[in-house]
């Protein structure tokens, strides 16, 4: 496993979805043969607006904005986050790809926004492994904020999606959980869990041949939680460490970013440790986790509600072009 840090500063950032535009159907001229010739006309009108109509439902259900770079496609599926009960977005992986990793991000400052699970799920396609893109379970607290989810995926591997069921008690207590690539010679590119919204991810990160989530449940009965490792080929993985860690202060939400090395420009996934083994961790929330402001980096906010101030600090999963 390499610790690398690196300078190289990043581009911009997840472009803009580009709307799709439709030609225009041809409006039949209108002859001596008057009536069918009307008749035809108005068939022709009924047919561009129901194409209007269908092309509006299209984008409407697909409007996530997806670039590529290096083989990799970065998807991104923005929504407004209402307060209240937890709020599950997807970011659906392009036809073809598989999902090596994702996370999710909010506008929210303290307090405003905990994001509990985050985790690669299967869709409606044939097959049964969970490759189909990233899912986010968020709560937003008090107001609506403008939120995403984010999925990095690619055609160029098969990933196998490892998971286990762990039993977390209700202690508040950080509960890690480590899930294994099987075979060990893969990679670990992403990995998350998926659970009720009592029990929350306040750590989760690649060891490279395995991923490893801290869960602390702050509800009052015993809940079970899928844990996942999305484990790929991927031959000049490196994990880069945001260094120094930085201090994340009570009662404030820290930025932590970590950078690929300019040999592995390309980040495919990401996530988050905090330093210590007190009860600080149990007592933080990811509020978001994504990749950026670059494709060759991974940010970390983390609200800390301990009265501890513990040291953090993102770690960036990255590679060369595959
Ligand atoms: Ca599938």
Not at 7 to 33: I, K
Not at 269 to 276: M, P, Q, T, Y
Request: charged share 20%.
């Amino acid at each position: 496993m390499l610790i690398d840090r690196l300078l190289e500063n990043g581009r911009d950032r997840m472009g803009a979805m580009q709307p799709s535009h439709h030609g225009q159907g041809r409006v039949g001229c209108l002859t001596s043969r008057g009536a069918s010739s009307r008749a035809r006309l108005r068939l022709v009108l009924i047919l561009q607006a129901f194409a209007l109509v269908l092309s509006a439902v299209v984008a409407g259900s697909a409007n996530a904005a997806v670039e590529s770079s290096g083989g990799f496609k970065y998807v991104t599926k923005e929504f407004t986050l209402r307060p209240g009960g937890p709020t599950t977005k997807a970011a659906p992986c392009p036809k073809r790809t598989h999902v090596l990793s994702g996370g999710h991000y909010n506008s929210g400052g303290f307090g405003d926004v905990i994001g509990a699970h985050a985790y690669p799920y299967d869709g409606d396609d044939r097959g049964k492994t969970p490759d189909d893109g990233w899912k986010a379970q968020l709560r937003g607290i008090g107001v609506p904020v403008p939120a995403s989810v984010h999925a990095v995926c690619t055609k160029r591997v098969f990933p196998e999606y490892a998971k286990v069921t762990d039993t977390v008690l209700p202690d508040g207590q950080e509960d890690l959980r480590e899930v294994a690539c099987d075979p060990l010679s893969l990679e670990a590119t992403g990995g998350g869990s998926r659970g009720p919204a009592l029990v929350r991810e306040v750590e989760t990160w690649s060891g490279g041949d395995r991923w490893t989530v801290g869960l602390a449940n702050h509800g009052d009965a015993v809940k079970e939680v899928t844990v996942f490792a999305v484990c790929a080929e991927v031959p000049a993985m490196t994990i880069a460490d945001d260094s120094p860690p930085v201090t994340a202060n009570e009662d404030q939400q820290t930025l932590t970013e970590a950078e690929c090395h300019p040999t592995t420009p390309h980040v495919i996934g990401g996530g988050f440790l905090s330093s210590g083994s007190d009860n600080t961790q149990g007592l933080a929330v990811i509020a978001a986790t994504r990749p950026g402001p670059s494709l060759s980096s991974w940010r970390v906010w983390m609200d800390n509600h301990a009265e501890t101030n513990p040291t953090i600090f993102a770690r960036a999963v990255c590679s060369t072009p595959l």
